[in-house]
Nanobody, 128 residues
């Protein structure tokens, strides 16, 4: 499986970014397949799940901290998942990682999935 993230940048508070996660060698349309966005903030050891999508249906689960601001979408033909991030705040600053795997789920306020492979990450910095 190959995963390539892109779209990270420096943006001012209140701004927007669109991240992309292009996959290959992954069963994107399989019933249980999932793609998730995770982030690791400076100084944190763990990666926090932000949005996890069941790629066959497009159903996406969001962490409470990003609901109403972030929106995931997919392009089945390109096996790509996008993350539109609006109203960005300094606390959104992190390296954003894309992961492939299975079984996206929601257990409010948390979301998750079974992760199998990871991309290299893309830096998002929100600062004035």
């Amino acid at each position: 499986v190959q995963i390539v993230e892109a779209g990270g940048a420096l943006v001012q508070p209140g701004g927007s970014l669109r991240l992309s996660c292009a996959t290959s060698g992954f069963g994107f349309s399989s019933l249980d397949s999932a793609v998730g966005w995770f982030r690791q903030a400076p100084g944190n050891q763990q990666r926090e799940p932000v949005a996890c999508m069941s790629t066959s249906s497009g159903v996406t689960y969001y962490h409470d901290s990003v609901k109403g601001r972030f929106a995931a979408s997919r392009d089945l033909a390109q096996s790509t998942v996008y993350l539109q991030m609006n109203a960005l705040q300094p606390e959104d600053t992190a390296v954003y990682y894309c992961a492939t795997g299975t079984h996206a789920y929601e257990r409010t306020p948390y979301v998750g999935m079974n992760t199998e492979d990871w991309g290299q990450g893309t830096q998002v910095t929100v600062s004035s």
